[in-house]
């Protein structure tokens, strides 16, 4: 079941903030986030385990609420660099079992000067 | 360290032909995985392989699809009888750990137009 994301897309200016959703009817285990620019490979940012544990780049944030299957990821103060599309991954169930990454369709963000 | 590679990176190909896509991942990492990509979508799992054994592979994946990974190494991915819905990008990636609780690292995909 794919998770869904809202919004579908975002304008800024720079050094606006915004928050991307990522939701799933499943239960999760954990949750990734992606960024792909246009033309370019999808390229890592976070991943949120069940339990609390974050791994990820330090500029980024993000929150994962176990008990609604909802993870955020934040966005502040946003550079032009930011502009692309973000994708959430979710793997289900209670960990140990499949390691398939269901992705989204993307949000994508446009930051302009 | 190279990164993900893939090859072709374009290929046009007739309806009924048969085409294969390699993948070589970042050396040491056991897992691989099998991606495809349509316009405006998230990648959608094809399959994934720990070492040289083929762990899971999508129930959506035809019969024409086959992927294998003979020495642990790079990876082949051969689509039988092409047909216009096979249109995508085919992603690669890898991971020196597992794939639930570690980064993936894709490679820049395999572009398959079918005519």
């Known amino acids: 079941q794919q998770p869904v994301q809202s919004p579908q897309a975002v304008i800024l200016r720079e050094g606006e903030d915004a928050v991307i959703n990522c939701s799933s009817s499943?239960?999760?285990?954990?949750v990734h986030w992606y960024r792909q620019k246009h033309g370019e490979a999808p390229v890592f940012l976070m991943i949120l385990l069940k339990g609390g544990e974050q791994k990820g780049h330090e500029k980024i944030s993000a929150s994962f609420n176990e008990k609604k299957q909802q993870s955020s990821l934040y966005l502040t103060a946003s550079q032009l660099s930011y502009s692309g599309t973000y994708f959430c991954?979710?793997?289900?169930?209670?960990?140990?079992?499949?390691?398939?990454?269901?992705f989204g369709k993307g949000t994508k963000l446009t930051v302009n000067p | 360290d190279t990164g993900v590679s893939q090859n072709p990176r374009h290929k046009i190909t007739k309806r009924g032909q048969n085409v294969t896509f390699r993948c070589d991942p970042i050396s040491e990492h056991n897992r691989l995985y099998w991606y495809r990509q349509t316009l405006g979508q998230g990648p959608e799992f094809l399959t994934y392989?720990?070492?040289?054994?083929?762990?899971?592979k999508s129930r959506l994946l035809s019969d024409r699809f086959s992927a294998e990974r003979p020495k642990g190494s790079f990876s082949t991915l051969e689509i039988q009888r092409t047909e216009q819905g096979d249109s995508a990008m085919y992603l690669c990636a890898s991971s020196e750990g597992r794939g639930d609780t570690g980064e993936l690292f894709f490679g820049e995909g395999s572009r398959l137009t079918v005519l």
């Open positions: 392989f720990q070492n040289e054994a083929q762990l899971e």
């Open positions: 991954g979710t793997v289900k169930g209670l960990g140990g079992g499949s390691e398939k990454l269901v």
């Open positions: 499943k239960a999760l285990y954990s």
